[in-house]
């Protein structure tokens, strides 16, 4: 097996995975150092009573190679739609994409061959087992029968069911089903791999372990992920972020720079006479800022709320205030979504936030 | 770590391979998981297999003392056997358009679609699957022919194969050019109940089409299932002459010569299986 030179899947592995960089707005769309690029795709359905329904509005989107690229928004902001659009599974109205080097009009084909897609609702074979499962797949790929058997173990040891193969699907867990799903999108070696809600319906224990999975995969094959999502905690841990909604792309950028773009952080203090503090603080701040005094204790809201914790415990303690406590939490991509939407992604779950 | 990473450069050069190879690749993947369910499902092929069964002896048996033979040319059963043996093929070619829908609802259609091959590809490769699956069943079925009367005659046996695997294809492409229009499951068993019950009525698998008016006769000429009923027994006259069965299709009067009926049965499937194909391609 001769690995050829210049081979993009190679070259994409040996790229820092975790390398944070901001769109390049002046580059041509066909950059190879681009995943996937969109200029201008629209994909409109025809809707009830002869109207149009625009699901997607003109995306201008550049994923870099071996980035994790969040696609955040709330149900039927359009995600699905542009997956289906990368996929070419779906025309689009308007506009052009590649993925992979390949435009999806005009070369379905290798756009197929060089992505896998994890469906919001992907869908295995109940009754046959998962490495009958595994095989029709790979022959559906059309790889050759020798390759098969060893592409099958290969995919099953990383996803932890090699000693379940000989299963029935409808015997596996919700989180094994999903492990088995992505390690089939695995088997033809694909260099993007489009995650739509890959968590959807799992318990917050398989969540983390999908999570955990995919981190693990993207760290081994260097391949592209490009996740939908809605809940929150789950962008915060990719590269780089895109909000979509309604059709249309609002914000772009990596989660800290999305929130610094929000701007202030809620620095909070706890003190041993809040009253007074409320007034110190207020001295100490910034002129424009407004100090809030409530149960939580004084707060207020500035722009690199930790750099300022010192300088207000200082001004307190020169007033005889002893400090008890103090933060500064930075805004949340809930608070990020709000800024640009005038909403909040209500659909999101109680747990903690990620930001590792 | 390395043996997945470098898969890649495989990758690459697969992409360049013949096309073709790829297609009949993706055709065999699909023919491989109907075969692979047939195996997985025993008690359901048991039960297709036994409703044939059920109507040859039950039905056959008891109506067998009350029709004299030299009405029909044979025994009752005999006559019977061609229309059984469609009926065994014609419950898993339905199969194959209820698995289409069922596939499109459980999203497992949609990865298919995803795979770098045509779809007329795929939609050929339903098609085999299903046509094999229903020859595979009918095949056993055969094994009853000394039952109603019907020598092993190999030659016999494999024309009566043939002419399964002729007739599952026409069926198989009708149920799946039915199931890429219609999406809703309901009226795709609606309309295959209402429908399924007159084809076979008309089709002289159990009485013969000339002994029906007119208007009924008019209608088995254009009835699939009738072609693949006299396809099967004209192969039975053709080895057994003296189980010959009388009636038959009949276009004006004549017999149409047994090339020109299994030719219009190819036609008729191809030609259905082709506007499916067309169909299934349109872009969304």
């Known amino acids: 097996m001769q690995p050829s030179a210049g081979d993009d899947a190679l070259a994409a592995a040996a790229l820092p995975t975790a390398e944070v960089t901001a769109p390049r707005a002046g580059e041509p769309p066909h950059d190879p150092g681009y995943a996937i690029s969109t200029r201008g795709l629209v994909k409109s359905y025809p809707g009830p009573d002869g109207t149009t329904v625009k699901a997607v509005r003109g995306l201008d989107l550049d994923v870099r190679r071996g980035e994790t690229f969040a696609f ?143 981190r693990a995969l993207r760290d081994r094959l260097g391949s592209t992920l490009f996740v939908t999502t809605h809940y929150l ?21 990596t989660p800290h720079g999305l929130k610094a773009e929000v701007g202030d952080d809620r620095v909070a203090l706890r003190t041993s006479d ?19 005094v409530d149960a939580d204790g004084t707060w207020l809201r500035v722009p690199d709320g930790s750099a300022w914790i010192p300088r207000l415990c200082a001004a307190l303690e020169a007033h005889g205030i002893a400090v008890h406590a103090a933060s500064a939490t930075p805004p949340t991509l809930d608070d990020v979504f709000f800024h640009h939407t005038g909403r909040s992604i209500t659909t999101t779950p109680a747990t903690t936030g990620g930001g590792r | 770590m390395t043996a997945l990473t470098l898969q890649a450069p495989q990758a690459a050069e697969r992409g360049r391979a013949p096309r073709l190879r790829h297609e009949l690749r993706a055709i065999h993947a699909l ?61 898993p070619a339905i199969m194959v358009g209820i698995r289409l829908i069922t ?9 298919v679609l995803m795979a770098p091959v045509s779809r007329s590809t795929l939609l050929l490769g339903s098609c085999a699957g299903g046509t094999l699956v229903a020859a595979v069943q009918g095949a056993v079925l055969l094994g009853l022919a000394g039952a109603v009367g019907l020598p092993y005659d190999p030659v016999l046996l494999l024309l009566l194969l043939g002419g399964m695997l002729l007739a599952s294809f026409t069926l198989t492409s009708m149920t799946l050019a039915l199931s890429v229009t219609l999406r809703s499951p309901e009226l795709f068993h609606t309309l295959l109940s209402l429908l399924m019950m007159p084809l076979l009525f008309l089709s002289g698998a159990f009485f013969p089409l000339e002994s029906m008016p007119g208007w009924a006769r008019g209608l088995a000429t254009v009835n699939p299932l009738a072609y ?23 276009w004006a009067g004549r017999q ?27 872009p969304e």
Not at chain 1, 245 to 252: K, N
Request: proline share 6%; charged share 20%; net charge positive.
């Open chain 1, 72 to 214: 955040l928004g709330p149900n039927g902001a359009g995600k699905s739609t542009t997956i289906a659009l990368l996929c070419a599974l779906a025309r689009p109205t308007s506009g052009h994409a590649t993925v992979a080097g390949f435009d999806v009009v005009t070369q379905p084909h290798d756009v197929r061959r060089q992505v896998g897609i994890l469906f919001q609702h992907s869908a295995l074979d109940p009754d046959l087992t998962v490495e009958q499962n595994l095989r029709i797949h790979a022959r559906l790929y059309g790889l050759p029968r020798r390759d098969v058997r060893r592409r099958t173990a290969e995919v099953l040891e990383p996803a932890g069911l090699t000693d379940r193969r000989r299963f029935p699907v409808r015997a596996l867990s919700g989180g094994m089903r999903r492990r088995l799903e992505i390690a089939r999108q695995l088997l033809h070696s694909p260099s993007v791999l489009f995650l739509d809600e890959p968590t959807t319906g799992l318990d917050p224990h398989a969540r983390a372990e999908i999570w955990e999975h995919l």
């Open chain 1, 233 to 253: 905690e789950e962008a915060e841990n990719c590269d780089r972020i895109a909000i979509i909604d309604g059709g249309r792309l609002v914000a772009q950028g």
């Open chain 1, 274 to 292: 809040d009253g007074r503090a409320g007034e110190v603080v207020a001295q100490a701040a910034p002129p424009d800022r407004p100090v809030t």
């Open chain 2, 31 to 91: 023919v491989h998981r109907d075969l692979l369910r047939l195996a997985c499902q025993r008690s359901h092929t048991a039960l297709v297999l036994l409703q044939p069964a059920v109507y040859l002896f039950a039905l056959g048996g008891g109506l067998a003392t009350l029709i004299p033979a030299a009405s029909l040319g044979t025994g009752y059963q005999t006559y019977l056997f061609p229309g059984m043996l469609m009926m065994t093929v014609q419950t």
């Open chain 2, 103 to 111: 596939d499109r609802q459980s999203g497992y259609l949609r990865e």
């Open chain 2, 228 to 250: 693949g009923v006299d396809l099967l027994r004209r192969c039975i006259a053709l080895r057994v002459p003296d189980q010959a069965a009388v009636g038959g299709i009949q």
């Open chain 2, 256 to 282: 149409p010569p047994l090339l020109l009926e299994a030719g219009l049965l190819l036609a008729v499937g191809g030609l259905t299986l082709l506007w499916a194909a067309r169909r299934f391609s349109r």
